[in-house]
């Protein structure tokens, strides 16, 4: 199923976009960004708690592209001690792509 970010395009040009979009970002299901992609430790994203952080905004004629910054935690399994598993503060980008006549979105990890 394709994610849709409505609110974001219906602000889109507006003071609000930011907030709106921020606010659609952080509440996305668990599995819809790309975060498994980002850990840096082998470890499994927890998307439970993410704050995102926009970068910028452009559009063509046909997409509206954010660049965004992901804040979350890498959960990372150890050697079955008393402190197993721990989570670590991780950081990616993402190209957050917006369809200006559907509101599909797609999510791509920036490198």
């Known amino acids: 199923m394709m994610t849709r970010l409505v609110n974001s395009l219906q602000h ?7 907030k709106v979009l921020k606010q659609e ?4 299901a668990d599995d819809v960004l790309p975060l498994d992609q980002a850990t840096c430790q082998g470890g499994k994203a927890d998307a439970s708690d993410i704050s995102a952080l926009i970068n910028s905004a452009t559009e063509n004629d046909r ?3 954010v660049r965004v910054g992901i804040f979350f935690n890498e959960i990372i399994a150890g050697c079955n001690c008393g402190d197993d598993p721990m989570a670590e503060n991780t950081y990616c980008e993402l190209l957050v792509s917006i369809d200006k006549t559907s509101a599909e979105t797609d999510f791509t990890l920036q490198t």
């Open 12 to 18: 889109w040009g507006s003071e609000d976009f930011k």
């Open 25 to 28: 970002l952080e509440t996305l």
């Open 63 to 65: 997409k509206i592209q």
